[in-house]
């Protein structure tokens, strides 16, 4: 089993930032992709941003030049910078991982490719 384990979220004013970390432990060796999601209230999941264990990322069009995630496989974790907040980065952010490749389609589609789940934290960015 993987155990995902989400730190860093809180509040902050547009235009801040904000940088987010997971640790995985247990069954590690399985684990080739890592991702966050992020899920506003009465919104559907969605993909934000994805790394491969060769470092090769993947972001959804709405974050691109203002988020970047980075993954320190020594030491099993995961994070995502986050700059430049808009209000509607704000949502509960998930880490999540999959024993493959990281999905290359549209950031709308990654959700069934992921196995293993946090239990998120919440991002608020006010105006």
């Known amino acids: 089993q993987v155990q995902l384990v989400e730190s860093g979220g809180g509040s902050v004013q547009a235009g801040g930032s904000l940088r987010l970390s997971c640790a995985h432990s247990?069954?590690?060796?399985?684990?080739?992709?890592m991702g966050w999601f992020r899920q506003a209230p009465g919104k559907q999941r969605e993909g934000v941003a994805s790394?491969?264990?060769?470092?090769?990322?993947f972001y959804a069009d709405s974050v691109k030049g203002r988020f970047t995630i980075s993954r320190d496989n020594a030491k099993n974790s995961v994070h995502v910078q986050m700059n430049s907040l808009k209000p509607e980065d704000t949502a509960m952010y998930y880490c999540?991982?999959?024993?493959?490749?990281?999905?290359?389609?549209?950031?709308?589609?990654?959700?069934?490719?992921?196995?293993?789940w946090g239990q998120g934290t919440q991002v608020t960015v006010s105006s």
């Open positions: 999540a991982a999959r024993s493959g490749y990281c999905p290359t389609d549209d950031n709308r589609r990654w959700l069934p490719y992921f196995g293993y």
């Open positions: 790394i491969d264990s060769d470092g090769t990322t």
């Open positions: 247990g069954t590690t060796y399985s684990i080739y992709c």
